[in-house]
């Protein structure tokens, strides 16, 4: 699903301009920060409501991340074109080289979890050292879009996108807290 819009997208848009390309990257940003919410509350939805739906998110949480490294992967790629064809005006408008560099260790961490999301290599790997990649991998991604969808909802350039992922990615920190929360409630009835 997101490799078709983002091909019509590219095909309809285009990289004539850095402006257009700029539009491309967002786009890839935004038709990726579902996944990520939905990979992040998947856990938490199977405790709180458990059924068919949850059962299914939490089956296929893999399937989420790999959704969502995907879209980033358009980012990386628009990305590359923007610094190629137009690197003044990357450098002069967008960024700074401290960006860059948070956002090559960003990427790093993605094809890392990526990577770890293949049985093959996982399993070459021990068992808590992939919890923890994947562990803190979806708690970092999970708060830089969130935080810079809350960044833009609260701008004078809001938009409603920016308003509704923001409340989207809440909402999924609000069921990881109560999913925790009745663990937590659940573990102290079990031991009394």
Known sequence: MTFIAISA????????????TVSL??????????????AFAASA???????????????????????????FGWQAVFIA?????????????LHKTSDLV????SYALLIAMTITSFFPVRRRLRTEHWHWLQLVGVWYFWLAIWASYAELA????????????FNLGLLALVLRVAAYLKRRTNGLEMSS
């Open 45 to 71: 939805m199977a405790q709180i409501f458990p059924g068919n739906t949850s059962s299914w998110l939490l089956r296929n949480r893999r399937y989420l991340g790999l959704s969502f490294a995907a879209g």
């Open 9 to 20: 997208a590219a095909l309809l848009i285009g990289i004539s301009t850095p402006e257009s």
């Open 25 to 38: 990257i967002r786009l890839s940003v935004q038709l990726a920060s579902p996944w990520i919410f939905l």
């Open 81 to 93: 074109v923007l610094f190629t064809l137009y690197s003044p005006y990357y450098w002069e408008e």
């Open 154 to 165: 609260f701008s004078s350039s809001a938009t409603v996108i920016s308003f509704v992922y």
């Open 102 to 105: 948070l956002r090559i260790g």
